[in-house]
T-cell receptor, first 113, second 109 residues
Framework: EAQVTQNPRYLITVTGKKLTVTCSQN?????MSWYRQDPGLGLRQIYYSMNVEVTDKGDVPEGYKVSRKEKRNFPLILESPSPNQTSLYFC????????????FGQGTRLTVV | DAKTTQPTSMDCAEGRAANLPCNHSTISGNEYVYWYRQIHSQGPQYIIHGLKNNETNEMASLIITEDRKSSTLILPHATLRDTAVYYCIVRGQGGKLIFGQGTELSVKP
């Protein structure tokens, strides 16, 4: 089954403790991205990757890092989480930059206290 | 990037057609219109997309006006499971999907 898998689904952590949210897709897609969703602000892109070893900033990249060492995986790294990074995070993938259907993961609800 | 404008919320009776409008008056000639939906904090789900012509798939129909300044997503026989937030998106620079606030559709028995 074609899917994007995020882990963990829920996470509560403390300020400053490094964490990684994993994202994996089984569709051999080139394009992957991370979004965060906050009430009243909608979905905003954090980072995206057009292929292995190619990543770029989205609209709200501050406080986040990503890597794309393999095509299937696109982890989101918070080196020093802060409470304003409490949010619902989604990973997405699609075949290419200009190709159509994007597949989204089920989301990771992160709380930073 | 072209912006989209959608009503904040709509109601629809179960079994009836749900018609969700979207304005995108600044769309450029080669920009596609996409529709996604999000059911209660799950990941957004792709529905349909189009450029100029009307499109239909197993989920919905998309009607785009001739001047391309607006479009309508039609769910022909809405069910309770279609209750969701529906996003109309014009693909931005670099292929980015820019999500607005969407329309919260409530399908009522």
């Amino acid at each position: 089954e074609a899917q994007v898998t995020q882990n963990p689904r829920y996470l509560i952590t403390v300020t400053g403790k490094k964490l990684t949210v994993t994202c994996s897709q089984n569709m051999n897609h080139e394009y992957m991205s991370w979004y965060r969703q906050d009430p009243g602000l909608g979905l905003r892109q954090i980072y995206y990757s057009m292929n292995v070893e190619v990543t770029d900033k989205g609209d709200v990249p501050e406080g986040y890092k990503v890597s794309r060492k393999e095509k299937r995986n696109f982890p989101l790294i918070l080196e020093s989480p802060s409470p304003n990074q409490t949010s619902l995070y989604f990973c997405a993938s699609r075949p290419g930059q200009f190709l159509t259907e994007a597949f989204f993961g089920q989301g990771t609800r992160l709380t930073v206290v | 990037d072209a912006k989209t404008t959608q009503p904040t919320s709509m109601d629809c009776a179960e079994g009836r057609a749900a018609n969700l409008p979207c304005n995108h008056s600044t769309i450029s000639g080669n920009e596609y219109v996409y529709w996604y939906r999000q059911i209660h904090s799950q990941g957004p789900q792709y529905i349909i997309h189009g450029l100029k012509n009307n499109e239909t798939n197993e989920m919905a129909s998309l009607i785009i006006t001739e001047d391309r300044k607006s479009s309508t997503l039609i769910l022909p026989h809405a069910t309770l499971r279609d209750t969701a937030v529906y996003y109309c998106i014009v693909r931005g620079q670099g292929g980015k999907l820019i999500f607005g606030q969407g329309t919260e559709l409530s399908v009522k028995p």
